[in-house]
């Protein structure tokens, strides 16, 4: 059905750093599906929830998933943008890459929110090692890490804008002519074997306007049709036949208009409140419980008396005690999920419609 796409495809796209292993989106009528494509393009839409392909027409997602195969994909844990991204671009779980977003860092003495930080190899180093030419336009996650401005055959650019100005400067990249790269005009010595194209529109107006918002739908289609631009430019310059297209996202969206932060920042436990703590900021000299909120989900990392055993079992019952939080979950259920080991002691989620 329409409603099946690749989203939050973190999952899906494990393979991706092992070329032999591409899922393919598109495929030649006639041809084997076993004969791997010569050039993949990748569109990563951030914040892309399948629903929203009810909200408009969208011809050339259409016409790509008419000839290949559509599928939901669980993302990893945290559902945050760099999390699943770092999973997106190296195949790894956050356990093994790293990346973790909103957690308290003991280290720094800081609450820590989004950072690019990486400690795995990415798909654009692996093709880089095999001699394999790569271009990455805003797909943020390689950058320094496989592609770099002003290197033309592993090129990274960062043109801003609208995934329109992102598909501008893919097409001038697919037809050899000069693209700035952080201020140098580079130009590619051949179509890259790698293309990944990111976009931030959809989750822009989502965080805005919630996940009902009337713009989704008129945006959808404006997106798909800068896709159809970028599709038609692979068959001006003669690799369609040979390419093979990957429309995936990190996550999709739900709206969360009512908040527990109020609640969670009152909450006493030891005669003490809970200390909710911005990202690049540190707690309290005294703080035990310390929370650092995103979204649905809230991190807890225990100090003091609050990390003993009594402690911790007083503190997890206090915290499932939470109205409108659906789990608590622990190390042990962290570890189940591939999350980073960085997370703290607790990991809050709260049930729809509430967030922190």
Known sequence: SRGEVLAGAAAAVAAIAVPASWLLLRRSEGRPESVRPEHVILVDWDGFDPDYLSRAPTPNIDALASRGSLSIAESTFTTKSNPTRASMSTGAYPEVHGNAAYY??????????????????????????????????????????????????????????????????????????????????VTVPKIPDFLAIYSADLDAFGHTEGAEGPNLGPLLAELDRQLGRLVQTTKDVGIYEQ??????????MTTWHRSLTERLATM????????????????????????????????????????????????????????HVSRVLDAADLEVLHASGKLGDFVLEAKAPWGF
């Open 104 to 185: 308290f860092d003991e280290e720094t003495n800081q609450a820590v929110g989004q950072t690019r930080f990486l400690a795995a190899e990415t798909i654009s180093q692996a093709l880089a090692a095999q001699g394999r030419t790569t271009a990455a336009i805003q797909w943020y996650m390689v950058q320094d890490h496989g592609t770099s401005f002003g290197d033309p055959e592993h090129l990274y650019v960062e043109p801003g804008g609208l995934f329109e100005q992102r598909v501008d400067a893919a097409i001038e990249i697919l037809n050899l002519r000069p693209v700035d790269s952080g201020g140098k005009m």
């Open 243 to 252: 390419t093979a297209f990957l429309l995936t996202s990190d996550h999709g």
């Open 268 to 323: 006493t436990i030891f005669g003490r409140h809970l200390e909710i703590v911005p990202p690049g900021r540190p707690p309290s000299h005294g703080a035990e419980i310390i929370v650092v909120t995103a979204g649905r989900i809230a991190d807890v990392t225990l100090r003091g008396r609050a990390a003993t055993s009594q402690g911790r079992e007083d503190v997890r019952t206090a915290l499932e005690g939470l109205p």
